[in-house]
């Protein structure tokens, strides 16, 4: 792939993306309050953990499709037992007639949500409300919404009769935002673990046009490693009264004066080079000068100090570490024993989690202070461009959106396509639920899904899975 590759305006994608996917029809009343009397329900169950609730919500999407005409051996609710509460997660196969002519696609999304706090919100995030053309609630953007339509897209297949030319399979964890057990399980199920790629619904939104600006969705192709590391220093204290030339948090004080100077390298795969060329495009003159060079020359520091005093969101060029919480001492007239600070790090596809620990060590430099990674650190590759697929994923959006734009973007957050990706398994962004300006509500107060862009999205599986499955 040459370097000049651009948002997906190579002469092939364009030929392929030429011919648009034939639009599906839009749901009908009926098949409306059906998709949203399912997402009712869903947002209404509380799959925080340690709630014991992923089981309950499994067995409403099973209900769902068993009306629909799934056999009921074609779904399966498998579990684990994790810091003693049992979590669900959700397969369902949509089998092909007769031979497949292709693996299967995996369909990906999570049944859990963050905990919220009702005294914060205008309404109870776990009792679902419709207003003002939005449905409210916990969950509703991150991830229910994504679940709700390919279910219901699932269901109206099955009802029509559509038979598809390879297995299509719906993989949901169930702890996603707390450690991916269920997601790695997965990854192994015999249903998903031959799949040819991994579509990622939690992954799929983007902006609603405005009147400058057309709609824009990305197609996550790859995501940076969550690596967590607390720092500790540890002293032998004493009385407040008499102050000792050692302290501990005066030690860690000075290891956070370190941190605060470490920068990782600059750097550029295939999706995030081609980022940092359509961020060019519309950035100002000087930005625009100071990405250029980078592109060029990775290690300019001129260049970088230009564009990390820019204000733009650039975290997508290097590896970034950042304190986020801190802890010391026990009691007022006391010297510190210990104090911690907990170190979160995003680094970069293809970056070994232990060449970045042993960079923060070096930069520490105190052996005095211990340092703990926080569970597992999986490696995440870069999904390969695929083009017919990217192609596909246009033309599905386009069927909604004309205008849109659909391109390929590395994330600095999280999710289940990490661990496909680190499994062999190919994972992309697909979806396009648009959000305003001010829906982007995910993990925060009063999270909202605008309902038409939800039952769009039922259009848009539909037409999806007809294109790769027809």
């Known amino acids: ?10 002469a092939a994608f364009l030929a392929l993306s030429a011919a648009s996917a034939h639009a599906a029809p839009a749901p009908s009343e009926a098949e409306k309050a059906e998709a949203l009397d399912l997402l009712e329900t869903i947002v209404s ?34 579990t ?12 369902a196969r949509y089998a092909a007639e007769g031979e497949p002519t292709a693996p299967p696609i995996a369909f990906l ?55 598809p030319s390879r297995d299509l399979v719906l993989a949901f964890s169930g702890d996603e935002e707390t450690g991916m057990n269920t997601t790695m399980m997965l990854t192994g199920h015999p249903w998903v673990r031959d799949a040819e790629y991994a579509l990622n619904s939690d992954a799929g939104s983007g902006s609603a046009a405005s009147e400058d600006k057309p709609a824009t969705f990305s197609i996550q192709s790859a995501e940076k490693t969550y690596a967590t590391y607390v720092l500790t220093a540890k002293n032998k204290g004493g009385h407040s009264s008499a102050p000792r030339p050692d302290n501990a948090i005066y030690d ?8 605060e100077t470490l920068k990782f390298p600059v750097e550029f795969n295939e999706i995030t080079r081609g980022m940092a060329e359509r961020m060019a495009e519309s950035a100002e003159p000087k930005e625009a000068r100071a990405l250029r060079t980078l592109l060029k020359d990775p290690s300019n520091e001129r260049a970088r100090k230009v564009i990390e005093e820019s204000g733009l969101r650039a ?30 790090c995003r680094i970069m596809p293809g970056t070994d989690p232990a060449e970045v620990e042993a960079k923060l060590r070096e930069t520490v430099a ?30 599905a959006a386009r069927s909604l959106y004309p205008d849109a734009t659909v391109n390929p973007s590395m994330s600095s957050g999280g999710t289940d396509g990490r661990e496909y990706r680190s499994q062999g398994i190919p994972t992309y962004g697909a979806g396009a639920i648009a959000l305003g300006p001010d829906d982007h509500r995910a993990h925060g107060i009063d999270e909202r899904v605008p309902l038409d862009t939800y039952y769009r999205q039922i259009e848009y599986w539909e037409t999806l899975l007809k294109d790769l499955a027809g």
């Open 366 to 395: 105190n052996d005095a202070i211990e340092m703990k990674p926080l569970g597992a650190r999986t490696q995440s590759p870069v999904s390969p461009i695929n083009e017919p697929l990217f192609a596909s994923l246009t033309a």
């Open 252 to 259: 860690l004080a000075e290891a956070l004066r370190r941190l």
């Open 109 to 163: 999304a999570h049944m859990d949500v963050v905990d919220a706090s009702a005294e914060t919100w205008s309404t109870t995030p776990f009792e679902p409300v419709v207003q003002d053309g939005y449905l409210y609630g916990r969950g509703a953007v991150d991830n229910k919404a994504g679940i709700g339509a390919l279910v219901s897209s699932f269901a109206r297949l099955k009802e029509s009769g559509w038979t």
């Open 45 to 78: 169950t509380r799959t925080v953990k340690g709630q014991g609730q992923t089981g309950a919500m499994a067995e409403a999407l099973k209900a769902r499709l068993v009306e629909a005409g799934f056999p009921e051996d074609a779904i399966d609710l498998p």
């Open 315 to 344: 975290h997508f060029l290097s590896t970034t570490c950042v304190p986020t919480m801190l802890s010391g001492g026990s009691v007022e007239n006391a010297l510190p024993q210990r104090a911690s600070v907990t170190v979160n």
């Open 80 to 91: 684990m037992e994790i810091d003693g509460e049992t979590v669900t997660a959700f397969v």
């Open 1 to 10: 792939m040459p370097n000049t590759y651009r948002g997906l305006a190579g």
